[in-house]
């Protein structure tokens, strides 16, 4: 057994520590050689369990939630011929496995799919579909119309803008509007990983707006022109934005910004800055947080004490 191998177990041993659910235990996880891409987009509960022999051969998206007692082996018992054989579990961005789900083939689990408690995982799940039992067989699908949010319109509406197909652009813009009271024109741009908070309603942005990858954009979220500039506002990766935030004028909002509710931003905002207020200044650095803002998974107890003069 060599050092590397050691300090694997190691790791995948410290992992059922008391700790955070989020962040620290898949970053402790990934450390044990696990490949999760994005251990501040990953969630895995308490008593999780992974392969010790082979974790290399276990790939994590961001986003997939493993919850309490989850299972994942990669090397299987063959029947036929009575010896073990290796495999690889690959799981999709934003899939979801019940508690104490056991995976035990190598599969590959699509994106958004949701594996119902207790069940055993033998064969390839699809994308966006709930499977449960054991075996594990499909429930349902869960993609539809009802669904799907403004940022799925959006990407309909920006391919077709791409192909410079005429007229049904617009119809899809008009069903934006008539569906979420939104607007989003193909002229923008948002990249993948981003996506609206309820769905994108009321949400409007100014044509040519850019917004990056893996941005969380809250409740009636709006960016506007500031007279006498032509340019229009531009957010990079990872941006939060609370809700009802207006962005003004030719401004650059850097990586890892958190903008808090109800503020209106005229200004560019560097790299990792936490910005509130009308006009918006900056009060704190993401750095300082102790935990992801955008998938806080704490709650506290009790109510706020009453108002005091």
Known sequence: MNILRIKKLIFLHLQHLPMKSRAWRPLVCKWGGVQIISPKRTFIGEGVIFDTNYPQDIFIEEGVRLTSGVKIVTHFMNPNTGSYDRGKVHICK???LGMNTLVVKPVTIGERAIIGAGSVVTKDIPANEVWAGNPAKI?????GLIHMDIISFYRVERWLFERHIPVLP?????LIFL?????ITADSKIGKGSYCVCKGISTVLIP???IGENCVLGLRFSTVRQFPYKEVPCLKNNVWVGP????AGPVV???DVVIA???FVNRSVPKGAIVAGCPAKIIGWRKNLDYAIETNPKYKDGRMPFLTK
């Open 179 to 183: 569906i979420f009271n939104s607007k």
């Open 139 to 143: 429930y349902k699908k869960t993609v």
């Open 208 to 210: 040519g707006t850019e």
């Open 253 to 255: 909002i850097e990586d």
């Open 244 to 247: 009802n935030v207006i962005i």
């Open 170 to 174: 617009k119809i899809v813009q008009l």
């Open 261 to 263: 509710g109800n503020s």
């Open 94 to 96: 934003g899939a979801y």
